[in-house]
């Protein structure tokens, strides 16, 4: 485990209140979305998939370092997921019953 995901514990943790700035647009986007007692839920979640983001990209850094990077085979082989994976999303309703259920769970 390497110094960043010690620091990142994923686990729950009592909350601790923070100020933040951010774009009014943002914060009516999100009010409008979840309301403003689900606002901190969808703000914790998005730090949550950032970090998750990040460790994974400093993984791939560190792979790529130790094995070097992906052969053409390989990264065309990825393009067409990604390709097949942004196809799906267009296709898929954006406001399915998991989000809602999710959207629900939060603002509660």
Do not use: C
Request: hydrophobic share 40%.
């Amino acid at each position: 485990m390497d110094s960043a995901e010690q620091q990142y514990d994923k686990g729950e943790s009592r909350a601790q209140k923070v100020s933040v700035s951010m774009p009014a647009d943002r914060i009516a986007a999100v009010k409008a979305r979840v309301g403003a007692r689900g606002f901190s839920a969808y703000v914790s979640a998005a730090v949550e998939r950032q970090i998750q983001r990040d460790l994974i990209e400093e993984a791939l850094v560190a792979t790529e370092a130790e094995i070097g990077p992906p052969t053409p085979e390989v990264q065309a082989w990825a393009d067409e997921i990604f390709r097949e994976a942004e196809a799906l999303a267009e296709n898929t309703e954006p406001h399915d019953q998991g989000e809602q259920e999710w959207h629900a769970s939060m603002a509660s």
